[in-house]
Nanobody
Framework: QVQLVESGGGLVQAGGSLRLSCAAS????????MGWFRQAPGKEREFVAS????????RYEDSVKGRFTISRDNAKNMVFLQMNSLKREDTAVYYC??????????WGQGTQVTVSS
């Protein structure tokens, strides 16, 4: 089982930056694809960004391209989401996800990001 703990959320003004972190318990972290999802009030959880195991191929949801950057540190079992030029519509609970083919996905408890105008 993989335990994921997010941190780094908070309140920020529009145009500001935040860096989310996700610490994973599993020492096979490097074999998992890692991702960030978010869920705004009254909306479904949506994909934000992902980074593959191995070569670290990244993908982004269109609205965050050029503003958010996902990265990982396999030596520390951590994944990060650098969020710049934040907008009010980025307000949501952000969840870390670990996914590996043939295994169940794992989720963190979420961290709140609130962007004020």
């Amino acid at each position: 089982q993989v335990q994921l703990v997010e941190s780094g959320g908070g309140l920020v003004q529009a145009g500001g930056s935040l860096r989310l972190s996700c610490a994973a318990s599993k020492n096979t972290f490097s074999t998992y694809n890692m991702g960030w999802f978010r869920q705004a009030p009254g909306k479904e959880r949506e994909f934000v960004a992902s980074i593959s195991w191995g070569v670290g191929f990244t993908r982004y949801e269109d609205s965050v391209k050029g503003r958010f950057t996902i990265s990982r540190d396999n030596a520390k079992n951590m994944v990060f989401l650098q969020m710049n030029s934040l907008k009010r519509e980025d307000t949501a609970v952000y969840y870390c996800n670990a996914d590996r083919s043939g295994y169940q996905p794992y989720w963190g408890q979420g961290t709140q990001v609130t962007v004020s105008s």
